[in-house]
């Protein structure tokens, strides 16, 4: 659908039906001509909650449509770039966009995601000093009224800030670049976005979809170097990441923004505290709870992007709710959150990948459970509650009194199930416990030796049997692999019970979710069928638990 823009000018196409450009913008299956789309999110190749599976899940049809007019834009964390981030040299005019930042101090990488896909994105560096960081706080107070924390360091509201400032800076040059072009992308020269040797070699495939149709460049000649039917539109989500919006609305730039609130930053503090949040809701001073929970600079930021987006969304209607009442605006639309099905459709191809990662599963199962003792693992469920490290608001509380008493009942019945129950989370961890870390190497050894006796074992057998031989299996195993073999069996036994826990927490004493597994006595012992494993750290494929 065509976004409503309050800074359309008389000859904005998008009024007119029958204009090329308003044509395309009710396609679903392809983008406007002449519009480019910028989605920016805290979480894009830096996963701290679900926003980041959003992402995910959307970028191969968002692709699809946009093509090479599509960007996802976050910050640059190397850490987590070298995990899931391809630089790729840029061309065309998004090139000269970043030489001309890089020239301004302001370095932005430009690469592939590395999920499904493959969505363009624009990682910024965006640290600054404390003095600049300080300027920009003043600025954004002055012009907009949101106060910050003095004389107190927090790394989530210091990085939002230099970071919108970086997006800010990033959308005046992307309106320099793209509306002073007439045909889509300028020619590429030399020192000008030219093709290197690391270029990406789709993008040589996508330049048309940048040139307009010839009816809408000849009805919107380009006055004073400007193409009035070139578009930019920006889609920013949550507070993090949209802390640009009012700062774009202040320097009027030709921008359409969409904000998405995926959950007000409010309504998770005190629904966290409050079971009858809901019916509370309409009474409640937001400004005085903001104060009250310690988050008025977040909660004003929240606010501002609400009022300053041309449009307003969330995920679902009561979130709406929240919405109206916290931030002081009602959404302009409800978009859910929901599954790509495609990924369904082909039963045999989802059936496979469903025993390849249970086998995973399985693997963890007995590097993590059999040092200590062994269960049936063809009995065994497996099952999981994950999501942002908010244990109320996700209900990991429940999970874990439910899994309390289940652990009650499959003793009395005596079933000979086991049901495993993962939480996976992100917390400031130290590093993986030193015996889980052990108990997986070890396990990784034996896979090691008893891949290798049957690998030679096949060959010996098979001639033995051929030969019509009576055939002692131990004989055919070489002394070196038995000893070997006995040994890693021994390494791996142990006294000790299972880890709740896989990693050294930053703060163990205090960490809700760990002690309520201490309290409701989920420890891991032989006789209880429902084990925990309490994972506080999202998991990925270079994880050394689950490679």
Excluded at 70 to 82: D, F, L, Q
Excluded at 220 to 247: D, S
Excluded at 348 to 368: D, P, R, S, T, W
Excluded at 421 to 437: D, E, G, K, W, Y
Aim: aromatic share 8%; charged share 25%.
């Amino acid at each position: 659908m065509s976004l409503p823009d309050p800074r359309r000018s008389p000859s904005d196409p998008s009024g007119d039906s029958s204009h090329p450009l308003a044509q395309a913008a009710v396609d679903s299956e392809r983008a406007p001509p002449g519009a480019v789309l910028f989605e920016v999110a805290w979480e894009v190749c830096n996963q701290l909650g679900g926003i980041y599976q959003v992402l995910r899940s959307k970028a191969p049809r968002m692709v699809r449509r946009w093509r090479n007019r599509y960007w996802m834009v976050g910050p640059y964390i190397e850490s987590k770039a070298t995990l899931d981030f391809e630089p790729r040299t840029p061309t065309g005019w998004i090139a000269r966009v970043i030489e001309q930042l890089a020239r301004e101090g302001l370095t932005v990488h430009h690469g592939r995601w590395l999920i499904p896909g493959r969505p363009r994105v624009l990682l910024i560096d965006h640290r600054v000093s404390r003095e600049h960081l300080g300027e920009i706080k003043y600025r954004i107070f002055r012009d907009h009224g949101i106060e910050f924390p003095v004389g107190v360091d927090d790394y989530f509201i210091d990085s939002t800030v230099s970071f919108a400032d970086a997006v800010r800076r990033l959308m005046h040059t992307v309106c320099e670049h793209w509306r002073a072009s007439s045909t889509g992308a300028a020619p590429r020269s030399a020192g000008t976005g030219a093709a290197g040797p690391d270029a990406d070699p789709e993008d040589a495939e996508d330049d048309a979809d940048e040139v307009l149709p010839p009816a809408a460049s000849k009805a919107h000649t380009p006055v004073g170097g400007i193409n009035r039917t070139r578009r930019v539109l920006t889609h920013f989500h949550e507070w993090m990441g949209g802390l640009a919006i009012p700062m774009i609305r202040r320097d009027r730039l030709p921008v359409a923004a969409v904000f998405t609130t995926h959950a007000t930053l409010l309504g998770r503090y005190m629904a966290s505290g409050d079971d009858r949040f809901y019916e509370h809701l309409p009474w409640i001073d937001q400004a005085a709870e903001a104060i009250r929970y310690n988050v008025r600079a977040q909660h004003g930021i929240e606010r501002a992007c609400a009022h300053g987006s041309d449009v307003f969304t969330t995920v679902s209607h009561i979130t709406g709710e929240e919405c109206t009442h916290l931030l002081g605006r009602t959404p302009d639309l409800v978009l859910p959150n929901g599954l790509n099905i495609e990924r369904y459709n082909v039963g045999h191809e989802f059936q496979g990948l469903h025993a390849e990662y249970k086998e995973k599963i399985n693997q963890f199962v007995m590097g993590h459970f059999f040092p200590s003792y062994n269960f049936d693992l063809d009995k065994t469920l497996y099952f999981f509650t994950s999501g942002r490290y908010e244990p109320r608001n996700k209900g990991f509380d429940l999970c874990l009194e439910a899994m309390a008493r289940l652990n009650a009942e499959l003793k009395v019945a005596n079933l000979g199930v086991t049901v495993v129950f993962f939480i996976v989370s992100q917390r400031a961890t130290r590093s993986l416990h030193p015996q889980v870390l052990q108990n997986r190497g070890v396990l990784r050894e034996l896979r090691e030796v008893c891949n290798h006796i049957t690998e030679d074992l096949n060959a010996k057998l098979f001639r033995r049997a051929a030969a019509g031989e009576r055939v002692n299996l131990d004989s055919l195993v070489e002394e070196y692999w038995r000893l070997r073999f006995r040994r890693t069996q021994h390494a791996m036994r142990t006294t000790n019970l299972p880890m709740v826990v896989t990693h050294v927490l930053e703060d163990e004493a205090n960490d809700p979710v760990l002690n309520q597994i201490r309290n409701i006595w989920l420890l891991n012992r032989h006789d209880d069928p429902v084990k925990v494993v309490y994972h506080p750290e999202f998991i990925s494929p270079v994880n050394p638990l689950w490679g």
